[in-house]
């Protein structure tokens, strides 16, 4: 338990306050509310919630594999139901302290938290919004919302709300709606879409729903589905109405003349003119030799790069990412982890075109039960479970299995033999007590996470790689592998043998090793203002806080990274980049990452569009602009052959033969336009 002494902040003025972890439970107070924090739809923490005198308290954890918030909140509105004092400490997502504090007294907020600080005179209709704020504080922001005038206020430390009704259901079991009615309100400007918040039928904030992350009171967790079905068809909706006017079907054949083409066989670029007609591309060469259709819409691309759709081979699907991915040049990618129950239909969608989104390949997400269980309802102990599991992904449609740390090791082999039988891929995390060689040689094809191909090395270190230690051994110990070592070239050599593939997620390790509390996320310095005032403030949050004598190793931690990766690529290993994070803006990250390893430009982008393609067994049609090969392309301004960073300025996104405008889809999210 993290006791707090009484202190006072040197952004405001002096106020003392009581400890935040308080010795009575305040689950006990009169009128106290429990809410249950769901993980994808299983029990994962709590949220506890009381009204004590002026002041409003609560404590939000959950588990999430081994990792999660352990946070204390306190709070006092005025008559607006505005904060007019917050202070939130504990532990945040990765286990780093929290103490986060706000004041607002006659109109002068005072705000600190790791990440920022500021003070602003005249702020007597304003709302801070906490970085570390529970689920709880949404529904005080909705109250507040809902009590002014016109339903906006300006926000802290920047940006503006607004809130309208977006929808109604009947509590679940009952009929009459008139009496019995559940209300979720849209509050926009928070993130990249409207956020719903959901209301009883008094009036009471319920909480949030979505198919990761929900919470609801206790005794009320089995209305999480309905909730969802009816939130799902009202963002689907609103899903529909931008895939009308965002994408742009050709009315007929088009040519993209004047352009360079780029061919990732050879990694050559060379002026040519590319013809499209339909779905296809017809054509691409010397126009003069083509047999051009009479119907045809010539577009001038002159002074601009063409090449083949980007692949993000690690995503996780939600609702907002379709558009991100497009608007960055991403026409596919892989999800290797979502509700095995929904993702199909995002899929029908976004193949469809009621909905704007990339292809996707489907990976099927198993896990073995126990604490540090994936989020996922498909938990696989024994050989009839994994029989059953692998069977039935097939049967739906998906591409591969990936496997998570609590599976059991000896069901690797019986998992792979399935998966294999039924044309299936195996990738994953490398199960606890598993080493990377020992995975590999039980049949896996793909390892996810450069850190997972590093652990290989520290066994002793980290003999447990379900729990945080996948991360902190990599931080104390990364730079002492010896990449020259017997162990390790043997290691290299096992992969190439088996022609095993690498997903790193290069970016992600660099926000833990490398960003700073209160400074840009590194790679982000270029956009951040671009982004949306809320989601600007989750690119300074910074990364793993090592202990004091582990900071100098820390520090070499993801060059080390860069090195490795570059010893793997430079021996053969076949690379496909993925990320796992921000989509869209974190694969031009993850690409200049890997060029800041010593990969050559040419050999970055072939990795990021046809060897992305052979990997997921879609180059007979992915992955080149070539005749016959599906019309999937993008037109940048720049030559990323001499820069990767010029993917950032990506003009026109073709998939399928229909047309988008990064410019347009950014606005729709609240993002401005690359420069």
């Not at 195996?426 to 606890?432: D, F, K, N, R, Y």
């Not at 230690?469 to 017997?486: C, N, P, V, Y």
Request: hydrophobic letters at 45%; glycine letters at 8%.
């Amino acid at each position: 338990m993290h006791v707090r002494a009484a202190r006072t902040s040197a952004l405001c003025l002096i106020l003392i306050w009581p400890a935040l972890v308080f010795a009575e439970d305040i689950a006990e107070l009169p009128g106290a509310r429990r809410s249950t924090v769901l993980i994808a739809g299983k029990a994962a923490g709590t949220e506890v919630y009381a009204q004590q005198g002026d002041e409003q308290i609560a404590t939000f954890t959950y588990n999430d594999r081994g990792r999660g918030p352990e946070v204390s909140v306190r709070w006092r509105l005025d008559a607006r139901q505005l904060p007019t004092s917050i202070r939130i400490t504990g532990k945040d997502y990765f286990k780093a302290p929290v103490d986060e504090s706000y004041t607002n007294v006659r109109g002068v907020a005072n705000w600190k938290s790791a990440a920022e600080q500021g003070s602003l005179a005249g702020a007597d209709e304003h709302f801070y919004i906490p970085i570390e704020a529970p689920p709880v504080f949404l529904g005080v922001l909705a109250r507040a919302l809902l009590a002014d005038d016109d339903g906006q206020i300006e926000l802290l430390p920047a940006g503006r709300a607004r809130i309208s009704e977006a929808l109604s259901m009947p509590e679940p079991g009952w009929n009459n709606r008139s009496k019995h009615t559940l209300v979720a309100y849209e509050i926009t400007g928070l993130g990249f879409t409207p956020q719903l918040v959901w209301f009883d039928a008094k009036g009471d904030f319920l909480g949030t729903v979505g198919a990761w992350s929900s919470t609801l009171p206790e005794g009320r967790e089995a209305w999480l589905e309905p909730m969802l079905a009816a939130q799902a068809g009202h963002l689907q909706a609103r899903a529909a109405e931008l895939a009308k006017t965002l994408a742009h079907p050709a009315s007929s054949a088009q040519l993209y003349s004047g352009g360079t083409v780029f061919d990732p066989r050879t990694g050559q670029s060379n002026p040519a003119s590319v013809l499209i007609v339909g779905r296809r591309i017809a054509a691409v060469g010397d126009e003069r030799q083509m047999s051009l259709p009479e119907e045809l819409e010539r577009i001038d691309v002159s002074g601009q790069f063409l090449m083949p759709g980007l692949w993000d081979n690690h995503v996780h699907l939600d609702s907002v990412d379709g558009l991100l991915h497009l608007a960055a040049g991403v026409t596919s990618v892989r999800d290797l982890a979502n509700d095995e129950q929904t993702l199909p239909g995002l899929v029908q969608r976004f193949e469809e075109g009621t909905e704007i989104g990339p292809r996707v390949v489907m990976a099927g997400f198993m896990d073995g039960s126990g604490p540090y269980t994936g989020p996922t309802r498909v938990v696989v102990d024994s050989p009839s479970d994994a029989e059953r599991w692998v069977n039935w992904y097939a049967d739906q449609g998906y591409g591969q299995i990936k496997v998570y740390s609590s599976l059991k090791p000896e069901l690797v082999p019986l998992i792979a033999r399935l998966a294999h039988s039924r044309g299936l891929r195996l990738s994953g995390h490398v199960p606890a007590t598993m080493t990377a060689a020992q995975f590999i040689e039980a049949g896996a094809d793909e390892l996810q996470h450069l850190n997972f191909v590093m652990l290989n090395f520290l066994s002793k270190e980290a003999p447990d790689t379900r729990d945080m230690s996948r991360f902190t051994a990599i931080g104390k110990h990364a730079a002492s592998i010896d990449l020259q070592s017997a162990e390790v070239q043997a290691f290299i050599a096992l992969l190439v043998r088996e022609q095993t593939v690498l997903d790193p997620t290069l970016g992600i390790f660099e926000g833990m090793f490398e960003a700073e509390a209160g400074l840009v996320a590194p790679g982000y310095a270029d956009v951040i203002e671009r982004l949306p005032p809320q989601v600007r403030r989750s690119l300074l949050l910074g990364g793993l806080k090592p202990d004091a004598g582990d900071q100098a190793a820390y520090a070499k931690a993801f060059p080390a990274m860069l090195q490795f990766l570059q010893a793997l690529f430079e021996a053969g290993v076949t690379i496909v980049p993925g990320t796992d994070t921000l989509a869209g803006f974190g694969l031009h990250r993850e690409l200049e990452l890997y060029a800041a390893a010593g990969i050559p430009s040419t050999s970055v982008l072939r990795m990021a569009t046809l060897d992305s393609a052979a990997v997921n067994r879609r180059s007979d049609e992915l992955g080149l602009i070539a005749p016959g090969w599906l019309a999937d392309m993008i037109v940048v301004e720049g030559d990323p052959t001499a820069s990767v960073s010029a993917l950032r300025k990506v003009r026109r996104v073709i998939k399928n033969g229909v047309s988008y405008y990064p410019d347009e889809l950014y606005q729709a999210l609240g993002v401005a336009a690359a420069p």
